[in-house]
């Protein structure tokens, strides 16, 4: 019986390690070791805005005095008149710098897209939030933004309506394609650790100069058209376009754009993909596009190029496909094009350490929208 009740002990202990220390069971990346070994995150929960990379750079304009905390309790929704305790009424409603969590577990079906206003941190750690319907989110003129661990997905197409904005105030919106992300002339942008699926049209739109837009540990799965960056072939001021695709997981069932980039220029890093159908990385109108460390697993069948170029000659173009430390598995290849380096020349607060690419399936293990444990781990 002693014996027994030593191997019941030394189970005990051992499960309590082991589901203390999951995080450790794979690699944590540059982001993630900034804020998930720190067992009071919740208590912490703005440590979060210090941890991003990237061109979006340090949130830092997120936290810290004069920060409101506000707890949504409410899933539902109205467009017009948003009521206190829901989400709309804590992105719209709110001056300055706003901090968002949940109460519990919720789905949150919108009525009308969402516009989120500047200043705006929406942080779905702890519990399982999902927001689905018209539109979803929007970041029309916003900056400084932070959209962290919430599962968005099933979102349709809306047609031209008026919904709360910015400072509480009614504004008119066009017609909305149904993406579950949509960045419209907005800056510094962090979109971290979320899961995007089977959306009306894409899964994530930086678009009509829009700029410092750092993307990173999301997952992306069942889609068409995943992320386009680049509003279309006629809006050249998204030449001054700068993102970071930063450890996200690509697939399954991803057709094309991951990302597909026209005009400016995307550092796409430590990325898992599992296949695509068409391509992996494309664009037009002469993009810079630096793909480093990713790894790359081709279809069994069917195209095994990793790029797709519209409208090049590729004895003119000065386009600037380029391919560092990449992995290929399964056939995968990567077509380069173009001089240079395609650097992206990063200040001092926006650089991180790239990994080298045969890490990457441990580092993105974890991507999109985490399951935090009751025992505060994440």
């Known amino acids: 019986m002693a014996l027994l009740w030593q191997f019941v002990l030394v189970l005990s202990i051992s499960t309590l390690y082991f589901s203390q220390n999951a995080c450790t ?3 944590l990346n540059a982001i993630d070791k900034c804020w ?8 912490m929960r703005m440590q979060l805005g210090t941890c991003a990379v990237g061109f979006a750079g340090k949130m830092t304009n997120n936290i810290g005095k004069g920060a409101t905390f506000y707890k949504v309790i409410d ?17 719209t409603m709110i001056t300055g710098k706003v901090w968002i969590t949940f109460k519990r577990d919720m789905t949150i079906k919108l009525q009308k897209p969402l516009l989120v206003s500047s200043f705006t941190a929406i942080d779905g750690r702890g519990v399982d939030v ?50 579950a992300i949509r960045l419209v002339t907005a800056s510094k942008i962090w979109i971290d650790h979320n899961t995007l699926y089977s959306c ?12 410092g837009v750092t993307i990173s540990n999301n997952w992306f799965r069942d889609q068409d058209k995943v992320m386009l960056l680049g509003h279309d072939d006629g809006y050249v001021r998204d030449k001054n376009m700068k993102v970071t695709v930063l450890f996200n997981h690509f697939g399954p069932n991803c ?29 037009s109108m002469n993009p810079s596009i630096k793909s480093e460390a990713n790894y790359f697993v081709a279809p069994t069948s069917g195209n095994k190029e990793v790029t797709w ?33 395609a650097k992206p020349n990063y200040t001092k607060e926006q650089m991180f350490k790239v990994a080298d690419a045969k890490s990457v399936k441990s580092l993105t293990s974890t991507s999109g929208a985490l399951k935090c444990s009751r025992t505060l781990r994440c």
């Open 36 to 43: 998930r070994k720190n067992p009071n995150w919740r208590k």
């Open 25 to 27: 069971a794979h690699a």
């Open 255 to 283: 057709n094309q754009r991951m990302p597909r980039v026209r005009h400016g220029y995307a550092h796409v890093a430590n990325n898992f993909y599992r296949g695509w159908e068409q391509y992996a990385i494309g664009g």
């Open 75 to 91: 899933p539902s929704d109205n467009p017009s008149d948003p009521k206190p305790g829901t989400l709309r009424y804590g992105a």
């Open 130 to 179: 999902d927001i689905t319907g018209s539109g979803c989110l929007v970041l029309y003129k916003a900056t400084d933004v932070i959209i962290h661990g919430l599962r968005i997905h099933h979102c349709k197409s809306h047609g031209p309506s008026s919904v709360m904005g910015q400072h509480g105030k009614l504004m008119p919106l066009g017609q909305m394609d149904g993406d």
């Open 309 to 341: 170029r519209n409208g090049i000659d590729k004895n003119n173009q000065p386009w600037k496909f380029y391919s560092k430390g990449d992995f290929f598995k399964n056939g995968a290849s990567f077509e380069q094009t173009g001089s240079g380096l």
């Open 200 to 211: 009306q049209d894409g899964l994530l739109d930086v678009t009509r100069g829009s700029t």
